[in-house]
């Protein structure tokens, strides 16, 4: 598996080693130890997510304050741009972001770590999206950040009306959000 740390450190890229010939292809989609080694700590996940998405849609940006979610995001079907901000007020990229395409034909994979919000798009006609969390759920303390937020200014790669969630039309902007310290 080959890791690289994107612009904000702490959130790295991850592609594996396929191995394919006529017949089709392999490779591991999670080994513990190559993922610990390239994130530099110890994870351990605890549910699995997968969601089904059409074009269009965003989900995001989401985030838990309280049991905060470490996630391991890959796409198995289409396209995705996926984003990744960081809300700890204490850190030097805090408002910043990173966003890489994630899709089934390139498999690359992304950590989220703890502390960061997280969202996608979808590129393709639909897009299956599977996630790892180092936490369980838990609806009373899931957050939002608009999506659109000037102050973070993602440049998402899509052009035309998003579908939304309406928890995410309503979501604060980050100055008036609940973040991390």
Not at 17 to 36: A, C, L, M
Not at 125 to 146: M, N, P
Request: charged share 25%; glycine share 8%; aromatic share 14%.
């Amino acid at each position: 598996m080959k890791a690289t740390p994107l612009e904000i450190a702490e959130v790295v890229l991850l592609e594996p080693k396929v191995f394919g010939d006529e017949r089709g292809y392999f490779y591991e989609s999670f080994n513990r130890r190559g993922f610990e080694s390239a994130i530099g700590r110890s994870v351990q996940f605890v549910q699995d997510n997968h969601s089904c998405s059409a074009k269009g849609v965003l989900r995001g940006l989401h985030y838990q304050i309280k049991q905060t979610q470490g996630k391991l995001v890959r796409v198995v079907r289409g396209e995705v741009f996926d984003v990744a901000v960081d809300i700890r007020h204490s850190s030097k990229t805090f408002g910043k972001w990173v966003g890489v395409y994630l899709s089934a034909e390139n498999k690359k994979q992304l950590w989220v770590p703890e502390g960061f919000a997280h969202g996608f798009v979808v590129l393709s006609e639909t897009a299956e999206f599977l996630y790892k969390t180092t936490d369980y759920y838990a609806s009373e303390h899931e957050r939002s950040i608009r999506w659109d937020d000037p102050e973070i200014g993602i440049k998402w790669p899509f052009y035309g009306e998003v579908t939304l969630a309406s928890k995410d039309r309503t979501a604060p902007l980050l100055k008036n959000a609940e973040l991390f310290d």
